[in-house]
T-cell receptor, first 112, second 113 residues
Framework: EAQVTQNPRYLITVTGKKLTVTCSQN?????MSWYRQDPGLGLRQIYY???????DKGDVPEGYKVSRKEKRNFPLILESPSPNQTSLYFC???????????FGPGTRLTVL | GENVEQHPSTLSVQEGDSAVIKCTYS??????FPWYKQELGKGPQLIID?????GEKKDQRIAVTLNKTAKHFSLHITETQPEDSAVYFC????????????FGTGTRLQVTL
């Protein structure tokens, strides 16, 4: 089944404890992206990647890191999480970057 | 950068009625306008999109209209059904730059029996 998977789906952590949210797609898509969803703010792009080893900042990149060492994986790294990073996170992929994006099921992160 | 405004934030309609959600964008160079539907507990899913070379696109009960002069586009759902209840997001981007998709703030649609 063609899909985007994220792990974990739910995570509660404490301020300053490094964490990684994994994202994987099995559709051989070149483009991948991370978004955060907050009430009243919609979806905001954090980082995106047009291909392996090619990443760029979205609208809200502060406090996040990404890497794209393999085409299928695009992990989101929070080196020192803070409470304002409590949010619902979505990974998405697309054959190019132009056109339909396929979203994962989301990761709900709470930083205490 | 692009800014997309979406209205209303909540919309309640009776089953069988029509629903309209409106978005405006700021970047006159934007030329790709998708609409995503997000059901409870799931990721957004594309339901329809339109590019700037057309003014209207229809897919069964769903249609999208685009007014490039006014920088305005709308989603129209006819004969609404309970399964249409969800959060709907509009978005805008420039094709070619591809990657920068800017979303609206979402509309929670409730279809009542």
């Amino acid at each position: 089944e063609a899909q985007v998977t994220q792990n974990p789906r739910y995570l509660i952590t404490v301020t300053g404890k490094k964490l990684t949210v994994t994202c994987s797609q099995n559709m051989n898509h070149e483009y991948m992206s991370w978004y955060r969803q907050d009430p009243g703010l919609g979806l905001r792009q954090i980082y995106y990647s047009m291909n392996v080893e090619v990443t760029d900042k979205g609208d809200v990149p502060e406090g996040y890191k990404v890497s794209r060492k393999e085409k299928r994986n695009f992990p989101l790294i929070l080196e020192s999480p803070s409470p304002n990073q409590t949010s619902l996170y979505f990974c998405a992929s697309s054959p190019r970057g132009d056109g339909e994006q396929f979203f994962g099921p989301g990761t709900r992160l709470t930083v205490l | 950068g692009e800014n997309v405004e979406q209205h209303p934030s909540t919309l309640s309609v009776q089953e069988g009625d029509s629903a309209v959600i409106k978005c405006t964008y700021s970047d006159s160079a934007s030329n790709y306008f998708p609409w995503y539907k997000q059901e409870l507990g799931k990721g957004p899913q594309l339901i329809i999109d339109i590019r700037s070379n057309v003014g209207e696109k229809k897919d069964q009960r769903i249609a999208v209209t685009l007014n490039k002069t006014a920088k305005h586009f709308s989603l129209h759902i006819t004969e609404t059904q309970p399964e249409d209840s969800a959060v709907y997001f509009c978005a805008a981007s420039r094709t070619g730059t591809a990657s920068k998709l800017t979303f609206g703030t979402g509309t929670r649609l409730q279809v009542t029996l």
